[in-house]
């Protein structure tokens, strides 16, 4: 996992080859990690979820060059296919354009839109969390209450009132997925952190004569990313969520891209003439984002392991 | 075999000669706030004033009931909590200052602590936790696992098989030497135990002292060995303090301050000790009630409340840590003379 680990696993093996009179291997253990693994593949839910994020991400991956027909290509005479029509298998949107293709493609935004403000934010926020927890005092205070400010909206709210401050456009809908979900994230970090950082080791680390800067990135950040990597996983579903309302607040994605949640807003015309075919987006929203929280709930009883 | 790979004489350091003590503490204090209400400042007097040496490549042992300041001395002096006065000499250097910074002073001064399991990082291996010190202070990354896996065949444990292994696949005993290895990795000259056999099973608790023994020979170490188990400081130590509230009740060889205690706290201690013959079981509790309120000490002597010799006297004057023999310093009106205790010793002692 960090780089002191992998370092002292290597030397370990090296090791070994070195000395003539070990005739035995080292005993090597399995680890956190690999104890983490091992439970998650016993996990038949937390699987299932994690195939079906796999597939998607491959389909995400893969959309340009197995859509079945041009997800940009309309057809006046064709629009609003049910679903199960012999040439648009999951029927057509309002302008005659394949919904399975545009389903397919529109998995690259929604995801982009659903990782991408929980990566940031995950990295940002550990850092801000890490640092006030583990040095304290008046820096925490600082760093916590202003932390708090953004606490006061609520995120829907505040992602909408952002992005609207910053205009509409994919990169102002990430900063401001980013702005909503850093001070969680940060919140969750610092509480994982100042737990620990009164333990023994922390202060037998100290003594040693390690910086602070070492300590944290050895000895704090092992032991407190875990928890941090849980609750990140579990925001990816709220992101997608979000992302699509800006979406189909207009605030997003811009049409003619196709995005799982601007979809939902350019169909909802249709939802009399053809209800189906306008809650797919929907369904796709919510088949992965719940396969996102299923993951992470198994991840998180797969970490609960007794020290 | 068991040899510990380069490291410098651990006598090469020493600077002030054999007589110097290793380390000196005078008039130590540390007083946490708090916070009660809107009312006046309050603080815990924790450590209110201690002072004693260490002598080199001696064991002193540190005894005191619960909340006496034991820990908070032996955290004072590694500097994991900041003194509010007080001065602290390192074979005659002050630390923290520009002779002996605390960094170059931790690299010679390392602590085991009481609780074997939260002292050891449960995502690093046995060996990452005891390389770790070494690395951070420039030893190569190959080197240090060498001197780690050197120190774990010293403690007892086969490198083989514990070197790879997590803190929660190992025994608390075995733990234990995990964090003795790791105390001595950066090669010091002191070794703070903080209760550190306190928590291990009676069987444990002897090897491990042993193995505490044999290493302080072979690496020519000076312990402070804290606990509240009398016998296990009996044992192991060249001198004993005890403290009381703050302060140093008694200090002075183990012999004399075990076998002969001029402190009644001392006595009291020794008395509730529960004797291994049944025809002489402890029938009543010598020490009534628990220790005052460090927030709001009694005046005078701290132990007047709960003791069988107090005086008038005793309330208003606070008894200073004298010598009544030698090598013995107790701070008790009842045993110095012109203290104005009925019970003082009429005649001055040599000091």
Redesign the interface.
């Known amino acids: 996992m960090t780089a002191?680990?992998t370092?002292?696993?290597v030397?370990?093996d090296?090791?070994l080859a070195a000395a003539p009179d070990?005739p035995?291997?080292?005993?090597?253990?399995r680890?956190?990690w690999g104890h983490v693994g091992h439970r998650l593949v016993r996990d038949p839910v937390a699987m299932a979820a994690g195939v079906v994020i796999l597939v998607v991400i491959a389909i995400a991956i893969l959309s340009p060059w197995i859509t079945p027909m041009d997800p940009y290509k309309g057809s006046m005479l064709r629009r609003l296919k049910p679903v199960g029509d012999a040439t648009y298998w999951l029927g057509s949107d309002e302008l005659g354009r394949d919904m399975i293709s545009r389903l397919m493609l529109g998995s690259r935004l929604s995801l982009f839109m659903g990782v991408t403000p929980v990566l940031i934010a995950f990295v940002l926020g550990s850092g801000i969390g890490i640092l006030a927890g583990y040095v304290g005092g008046w820096t925490n205070t600082i760093l916590m209450r202003t932390i708090d400010v953004f606490f006061a909206f609520p995120s829907v709210l505040l992602a909408i009132a952002l992005s609207g401050a910053l205009g509409a456009g994919i990169f102002n809908s990430i900063v401001s997925l980013t702005c909503v979900f850093v001070p969680q994230i940060a919140r969750v970090a610092e509480s994982v952190t100042t737990g620990i950082r009164r333990?023994?080791?922390i202060?037998?680390?100290?003594?040693?004569?390690?910086?602070a800067f070492?300590i944290m990135r050895?000895?704090v950040l092992?032991?407190v990313v875990g928890p941090i990597f849980v609750y990140s996983t579990s925001l990816i579903s709220v992101s997608m969520i979000l992302a699509s309302g800006l979406s189909f607040l207009g605030l997003g994605v811009r049409p003619p891209e196709p995005e799982w949640g601007l979809m939902l807003n350019t169909l909802r015309t249709a939802i009399y003439v053809n209800p189906l075919v306008a809650a797919l987006p929907g369904v796709a929203i919510f088949l992965v984002s719940i396969s996102f929280n299923l993951f992470s709930d198994g991840l998180r009883s797969a970490m609960e392991i007794?020290? | 075999m068991s040899v510990i790979p380069p490291g410098p004489d651990p006598f090469a350091a020493d600077r002030g000669g054999p007589a110097q003590p290793l380390l000196s503490v005078s008039g130590l204090v540390k007083h946490f706030p708090v916070r009660k209400g809107t009312g006046p400042k309050k603080v815990v007097r924790a450590v209110d004033g201690v002072n004693f040496d260490v002598l080199k490549g001696e064991t002193l042992g540190i005894v005191g009931e619960s909340g006496c300041g034991k820990s908070t001395t032996a955290k004072l002096i590694m500097g994991l909590i900041e003194r509010d006065t007080g001065g602290m000499l390192f074979d005659g250097q002050a630390i923290g200052e520009r002779a002996m910074p605390w960094r170059s002073y931790r690299r010679q001064a390392q602590m085991v602590f009481q609780d074997s399991y939260a002292s050891l990082n449960p995502r690093m291996t046995v060996e990452q936790s005891i390389a770790f010190g070494p690395k951070v202070n420039g030893v190569p990354g190959r080197e240090a696992v060498e001197r780690a896996r050197a120190l774990l065949a010293r403690v007892g444990l086969e490198p083989k098989r514990f070197a790879g292994r997590y803190p929660h696949e190992i025994s608390g005993g075995q733990r234990q030497r995990v964090n003795i290895a790791r105390a001595l990795a950066l090669e010091p000259r002191l070794v703070l135990l903080d209760e550190a056999v306190s928590a291990l099973d009676k069987s444990v608790e002897a090897q491990v002292l042993n193995l505490l023994l044999d290493l302080k020979a072979e690496f020519g170490l000076t312990y402070i060995f804290i606990s509240h188990d009398l016998n296990v400081v009996r044992f192991i130590s060249d001198r004993v303090m005890v403290m009381y509230l703050g302060r140093v009740a008694e200090i002075g060889p183990s012999d004399s301050v075990l076998a002969a205690p001029a402190h009644p706290y001392t006595q009291a201690l020794l008395a509730s000790m529960p004797s291994l013959d049944p025809d002489n079981r402890t029938q009543k509790a010598l020490l009534a009630g628990d220790p005052p309120n460090p927030i709001d000490p009694p005046g005078g002597c701290r132990f007047h409340p709960r003791c069988a010799l107090a005086e008038g006297v005793c309330g208003q004057v606070e008894p200073p840590l004298e010598p009544v023999r030698a090598g013995n310093r107790v701070a008790c009106l009842a045993r110095q003379p012109g203290s104005g205790h009925s019970a003082a010793p009429a005649e001055v002692l040599a000091a």
């Open positions: 002191p680990l370092a002292a696993s030397a370990l090296g090791n070990a035995e291997a080292f005993v090597a253990s680890g956190f333990r023994d080791y202060d037998a680390a100290k003594l040693s004569g390690a910086s070492t050895v000895q092992g032991n007794r020290q």
